[in-house]
């Protein structure tokens, strides 16, 4: 007779994996199944893993033309070796998804390859590229199978010219013009990989502004800096359509709310305009599994669809699109499922902007504040006033924290600067801790360092910061 599973997890994204991972920890008989190739899902494959791999890579060699002399480093100026870059990107993700087989192997967890399908409770189908369907019997079933690149109608993508963020990782050569269509952490990611490579990068954002959800002010800030980068933003405005010509693509562009037409002249368009839950083939009608409006697939707060035995994490469902939200829904659900209180706050779910200078926040952003009557104050330090950054030249950008104006308690912290996506951590641990501006404020912090800057920004919120 075939093994019954506990669990059998559809997807092995951070969402997937993670929960696998910790269901096995628990002492469940845990099943994944993954139709790609590799195990990771989007993150390590062709997300977060792939897209720091080249910031990281790019930031040093525009560090390396543009800074070093000051420093007194004088090189004859930086040669990009491009097929270099992406082979160190390709090894940083090969190096991270045969991690994922490990773990799954030291957790004795099976894996079948192939597209899964939920036929009803207690069965998947695991379709193979070739051979024979295998058949899972199983307890419970978790949906975790993330999410794609949102179509922008009328503009259709080929990951050569006309790219989402997967071609956009993998362009063999920096275009001279990088039309970039739509200014979120996308866009402003993977523009600024090949800004700093050579590319002009320009922005077609829909909104008035760019990132929206981040803190207003932090945004205007950062689209400063960008601009001082060489990025060009036509904010308001969008993309209609884009011919392909003999030189390269010529994108069409009017008012979002429509007006006079313009064209641009790119080599390279990039579709970042969001992306949304995918579920296709999974069989969701045949098992009556509910979506909403968005087609992400409906949850109770403990991540049970409307079907028993049958849950869903990570971003096919509701909530922000980020790793590190899919993997705390991946370990509450498998301590759920193993009678333990699994929690997430979503309150506390810090989001970074792994550019240059990063945009790092976590918890409530003044609009949010204004917008609930919440009585708040702000404390804010700027990176000008710190001295390690100033050692290191990276002065650009402050640090908010934002703390109720009766109790104290810290309601959100927002950082533009170097290493921002670093120092969130310590304002969501203290928030975590339901902690006060003046807790942060009295806690020692070594010197010289960057942290500095957030507790003066937390002592702004009482009698002042020190520095400036
Ligand atoms: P996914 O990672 O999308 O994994 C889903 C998996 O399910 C895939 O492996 C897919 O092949 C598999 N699958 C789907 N359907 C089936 C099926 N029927 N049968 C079998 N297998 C199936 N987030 C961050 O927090 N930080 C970042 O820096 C960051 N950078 C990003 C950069 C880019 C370019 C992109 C595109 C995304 C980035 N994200 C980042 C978002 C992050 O990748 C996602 O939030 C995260 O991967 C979601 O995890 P998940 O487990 O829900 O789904
Ligand atoms: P996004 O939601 O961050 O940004 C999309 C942008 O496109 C928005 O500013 C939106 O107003 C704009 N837009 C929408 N339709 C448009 C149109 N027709 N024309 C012009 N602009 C338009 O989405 P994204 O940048 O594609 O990223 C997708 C998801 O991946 C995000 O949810 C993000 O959380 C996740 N991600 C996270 C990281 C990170 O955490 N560092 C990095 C990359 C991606």
């Known amino acids: ?23 096995a ?9 993954e139709k790609w190739p590799t195990f990771g899902g989007t993150c390590l494959n062709i997300g977060c893993i792939p897209s720091k791999a080249l910031l990281h890579a790019s930031e040093l060699f525009a560090e390396a033309r543009d800074h070093f002399d000051t420093l007194g480093i004088d090189i004859d100026g930086p040669r990009l070796n491009l097929e270099q870059m992406l082979a160190h990107k390709d090894d940083v993700v090969k190096s991270n998804v045969t ?29 193979p590229d070739k051979g024979e369907p295998a058949h899972i019997e199983t307890k419970n079933i978790v949906i ?15 990951e050569d010219l006309i790219v989402t963020s997967t071609g956009a990782l993998a362009l063999d050569k920096v275009p001279a013009k990088l039309l970039v269509i739509g200014a979120g952490v996308i866009g402003l990611e993977l523009g600024s990989v090949w800004a700093r490579l050579g590319a002009e990068v320009i922005v077609v954002e829909f909104l008035d502004r760019i990132l929206p959800g981040m803190d207003g002010e932090v945004a205007r800030q950062f689209q400063r800096l960008l601009t001082k980068q060489g990025f060009t933003f036509h904010l308001s405005t969008k993309v209609t359509g884009i011919d ?25 368009a990039l579709v970042a305009i969001g ?19 968005r087609g992400r697939v409906r949850t109770d707060a403990h991540y049970k669809t409307n079907v028993d035995g049958i849950y869903a994490i990570g971003d096919v469902i509701a909530g922000p699109m980020l790793a590190h939200k899919a993997e705390d829904e991946g370990v509450a659900l498998a301590e759920i499922l193993a009678g333990e209180a699994g929690h997430v706050n979503y309150g506390i779910i810090p989001g970074v902007v792994y550019t240059s200078p990063e945009i790092a926040s976590v918890g409530r952003t003044e609009e949010e504040l204004k917008q609930a009557g919440v009585k708040y104050k702000v404390g804010k330090f ?33 950082i533009v600067g170097h290493g921002a996506g670093e ?3 310590e304002i969501a641990v203290l928030m975590e801790f339901s902690g006060a501006a003046e807790d942060l404020a009295r806690t020692c912090h070594a010197h010289p360092t960057l942290s500095e800057a957030v507790r003066e920004a937390a002592l702004a919120c009482g009698l002042g910061a020190i520095h400036i």
């Open 382 to 414: 700027p990176f000008t006033a710190n001295g390690r950054a100033k050692a290191m030249l990276k002065t650009d950008g402050f640090v908010k924290i934002l703390a109720d104006a009766e109790t104290d308690r810290v309601l959100g912290g927002h």
């Open 1 to 23: 007779m075939a093994d019954v599973f506990d669990l059998t997890v559809i997807g092995t994204g951070p969402g997937g994996y993670v929960c696998a991972v910790r269901a």
């Open 25 to 33: 920890q628990l002492g469940m008989k845990v099943a994944v199944v």
């Open 144 to 158: 975790a199978t993330g999410s794609v690149s949102t179509p922008l109608p009328g503009v259709e993508t080929d």
């Open 275 to 293: 992306r949304r839950p995918y579920t296709e083939g999974l069989g969701l009608e045949v098992a009556g599994i509910e979506t909403d409006e």
């Open 423 to 425: 120092m969130i951590h």
């Open 244 to 268: 392909r010509t003999e030189t390269g693509l010529k994108a069409r562009i009017e008012p979002a709310k429509g007006g006079d037409a313009s064209e641009i002249d790119c080599d390279v």
């Open 99 to 127: 991690g994922i087989e490990y773990l799954f192997k030291k957790n004795k967890i099976t894996s079948f390859a192939g597209m899964g399908s939920i036929a009803g409770p207690g069965r998947v189908v695991v379709t």
